[in-house]
């Protein structure tokens, strides 16, 4: 596609309910990046894929989060038992690979937790 | 103390100023970001520089290594270019992920 696509768009879960966030990066972007942003702050790093691999899931911050690339395209950020501190807008960015180049990013899932 | 600062956090002009948004960082970098954020909307780049100067448009960024500071201008600010205006870097630690830091963001306000 032309630019990175995310859904849902708005997503309202209940504590303790489990959430899957899509990803569809542009075509050919090998780089793959999931951030989180809360309210009035700057976006966190979460993880990073290269093709299907992912190289760094440091950012992380519980166990209840996994992320997946399976065929190197699409990813899905997976939120178990979701918790109110989860509430947040959840961005992914795609980009070729190295340090040379810019990032293209999706608009964005704001999730809330109830 | 953060790795990105970004001044001043929240910035008020009359259409036609000429704007000027400051970051700071503490890491080694590669490159240095620009990215505008509309409320509600997706994130944009606007710049990636790792020295000198760069123009497009109205919007002018430049950065000194050196000093491990970079600053972002807007000539004849227009209310469209209210957003929320970013500042990330990519650091040199961090191996082969090439992950952003971001700072926390200048909200823009201009007013006709």
């Known amino acids: 596609g032309a630019g990175v696509s995310q859904s849902p768009r708005y997503k309202v879960a209940k504590r303790g309910q489990d959430v899957a966030l899509r990803c569809d990066p542009i075509?050919?972007?090998?780089?793959l990046f999931w951030y989180q942003q809360a309210l009035g702050q700057g976006p966190e790093f979460l993880t990073y894929?290269?093709?299907?691999?992912?190289?760094?899931k440091s950012g992380l911050p519980s166990d209840r989060f996994f992320a997946e690339r399976p065929e190197g395209s699409v990813s899905t950020l997976k939120i178990q038992r979701t918790q109110q501190e989860d509430s947040a807008v959840y961005l992914c960015?795609?980009?070729?690979?190295?340090?040379?180049?810019?990032?293209?990013f999706g608009s964005g899932t704001r999730l809330t937790v109830v | 103390k953060n790795e990105v600062e970004q001044s001043p956090q929240n910035l008020t002009a009359q259409e036609g100023e000429f704007i000027t948004i400051n970051c700071s960082y503490s890491?080694?970098?590669?490159?240095l970001h620009w990215l505008q954020q509309h409320p509600g909307g997706g994130i944009v780049s606007l710049f990636m520089?790792?020295?000198g100067k760069k123009k497009h448009g109205r919007l002018i960024a430049t950065i000194n290594i050196q000093e491990k500071h970079s600053s972002l201008h807007i000539t004849a600010s227009h209310p469209r270019d209210s957003a929320v205006y970013i500042c990330?870097?990519?650091?040199?630690?961090?191996?082969?992920?090439?992950?952003?830091?971001f700072g926390t963001g200048t909200l823009l306000a201009v007013q006709p």
């Open positions: 890491v080694g970098i590669s490159a």
């Open positions: 075509s050919g972007h090998v780089s």
């Open positions: 520089l790792s020295s």
């Open positions: 894929f290269q093709n299907e691999a992912q190289l760094d």
């Open positions: 990330a870097v990519s650091p040199n630690y961090g191996g082969a992920t090439n992950k952003l830091i």
């Open positions: 960015a795609s980009s070729l690979p190295g340090r040379g180049w810019g990032y293209t």
